[in-house]
């Protein structure tokens, strides 16, 4: 959803007698669709982007720490204009420079797939029943609760916070689903994502515009690549500037515009490590595997505004408990850096709402009371135990509780 003048790329003022919603059968939609999705990405407003391949902005992260505060401004402002009004896609070549980090995440979830299948939990994907590809749930959590060290490391990489603030701000809340998608998987039909794009046809058209319009600035998607994802094992299918075209949760079910992204679509291939991060209105679908020997491992990212309500819940104190000492050895050696700050932005809240006001009421510094994110920072700088740390987050979940 591109703002111009007051406006969308794709509104129409609107009449005294309008609807305030949107239509599931307009007869002229798939041509301001197509006029949408025919928009070009021009280098030179995505200066920063080391190339530009099939319409998609295409980034080489160098080290994090050789960057200035300035540039990573610079960054986030561009990744910023690529979601909103740009082709609503990018990726990141080098989001995992160390393979060790990818490595260590594999082991981990290769042992939780084992013991899901060996105690029936397994689960199939949303595009293929149990089985047909190897699916887990709430990857986030299962992989702190297995491998605290593993844990620690992957989501202390500060560019994960760097490129999840630059749409969301700070409180954003990380959940991950691990999909390894086996050679002969069948490809999603193409589809807009959570929140309005897990409603069915008839929910989604009830919900007016302006929520409509809003539900796609709470979510930020990505894609982390744990294998090689050659073209032929089928990298996800992107429709550059879709996300522009403010009706589409009432449209991309209708055949004419699933054989228009089938006609349009453009996908790109991926190393281990790479990241690929989109609006969650952009048209998408996982491709066909049509490999015989390719696994396309990727760790699914949704990272939500702390304004919406994540898709999976997440149980930070036994994540926190599991991980403190490693966490706690991070922090004596760097102190509050990057790493560290990434990795209590993922592992906690850092919404204090909704909460009890009477029990945590407003700090002196400002309007908001204590979040979990503060108070695993204070237990930090005050070199808490484990149990101690511990202790304080549920004394603090206590006092937030109505």
């Known amino acids: 959803m591109a703002i111009k003048n007051g406006q969308t790329n794709d509104s129409h003022p609107l009449s005294p007698t309008s609807s305030r919603l949107f239509s599931k059968s307009e007869a002229t939609a798939l041509e301001r669709f197509s006029t949408a999705c025919s ?36 960054l986030q402002d561009e990744w910023y204009r690529v979601l909103i009004s740009g082709p609503g896609v990018f990726v990141t070549k080098g989001l995992f420079r160390n393979k060790a980090s990818i490595q260590s995440a594999n082991a981990a979830f290769a042992s939780i797939i084992e013991d899901e299948k060996k105690s029936g939990t397994a689960k199939g994907d949303h595009f293929a029943s149990a089985g047909k590809n190897d699916r887990i749930w709430n990857s986030f959590s299962k992989h702190g609760l297995k491998d605290p060290a593993s844990f620690v490391d992957y989501y202390s990489n500060p560019y994960l916070s760097l490129i999840s603030s630059a749409w969301l701000g700070h409180g954003y809340r990380i959940t991950a689903q691990v999909n390894n998608t086996k050679p002969g998987a069948s490809p999603q039909v193409c589809h807009r994502d959570y929140h309005v794009g897990f409603q069915i046809a008839e929910a989604a058209s009830q919900i007016p515009r ?50 228009y992204f089938l006609n349009n679509y453009v996908a790109l291939p ?48 036994p994540l926190v408990e599991k991980s403190w000492d490693h966490l706690l050895k991070l922090y004596e050696e760097e102190g509050l850096s990057a790493r560290v700050q990434s990795f209590i932005a993922a592992v906690a809240e850092g919404y204090p709402f909704p909460t009890n006001l009477d029990n945590n ?42």
Do not use: W
């Open 39 to 74: 928009q070009r990405t021009s280098p030179e407003d995505y200066p920063l982007a080391a190339s530009i391949e099939k319409n998609i902005t295409v980034y080489e992260l160098p080290e994090y720490s050789s960057l200035s505060d300035t540039q990573r401004t610079e």
């Open 270 to 317: 991926l190393e281990v490590g790479d990241g690929l991060f989109f609006n969650p209105a952009l048209f998408h679908a996982a491709g066909k595997n049509e490999s015989s020997d390719v696994y396309r491992m990727a760790n699914l990212l949704q990272i939500s505004s702390p304004f919406g309500k994540p898709m999976e819940s997440v149980d930070t104190v």
């Open 361 to 402: 009421p407003p700090r002196n510094e400002g309007m908001a009371p204590e979040s979990e994110q503060n108070n695993i920072t204070t237990s930090l700088v005050e070199k808490r135990s484990r149990t101690e740390a511990v202790e304080a987050l549920k004394a603090f979940a206590k006092r937030s509780s109505a």
């Open 210 to 259: 302006a929520m409509q319009i809003a539900s796609q600035l709470l979510t930020l998607q990505g894609a982390i690549a744990h294998s090689e994802v050659p073209l032929e094992s089928g990298p996800t299918r992107l429709l550059p500037f879709s996300q522009t075209f403010e009706a589409g949760y009432v449209s991309y079910r209708r055949p004419e515009f699933n054989e």
